[in-house]
């Protein structure tokens, strides 16, 4: 299997978990890690779900690679994700020494892997991450463009899940 070929192998199962993710209603973005030619994680977007700010498809996939594999610390490995990065989650694959970043769909808005900026290889940083992207991006782009554009369609949907934010939290005050 040539590279290109396994890039476009897993990030179909990447793909998958951003279907997943659109339908529970979470923006459709899926994660998995890769080590030794294996699927060690995989995880999708969960933010409505959890309520959790950091509940991104990377994040998840990272902190379930790293409870299997018994370490904070993945060398070696490749993170497939159907949606550039954010900062938070470049920052996780950072600090988890993940080797490399395979990434679908670009993202102009808040992607930290060349869009927007590159945090694979700031100066002063002790990791570097190869990074390669635009790997199946129609299909990860057309994912992210077709959920959004039923969202448009349905603003009902918007708001679903999602908790009262017109009442003050009185719980802490």
Partial sequence: ???????????????????EAGEEGEVPVGAIVVAGARVIARAHNMREAQQDPSAHAEVLALRRASSIMHSWRLPGSTLYVTLEPCIMCMGAALLARVEQIVFGAWDPKGGAAGSVLD???????????????????????????????????????????????????????
Avoid: W
Wanted: aromatic share 6%.
């Fill in 119 to 173: 945090l694979s290889n700031l100066p002063g940083i002790n990791h570097r991450i190869e990074l390669v992207g635009g790997i199946l991006e129609p299909a990860c782009a057309g994912v992210l463009s077709s959920f959004f554009s039923q969202l448009r369609r349905k603003p009902a949907l918007r708001d679903e899940g999602r908790r009262d934010t017109s009442k003050p939290n009185t719980q802490f005050g």
């Fill in 1 to 19: 299997m040539t590279r290109a070929t396994e890039h476009e192998t897993y990030m179909e199962m990447a793909l998958r978990e951003a279907m």
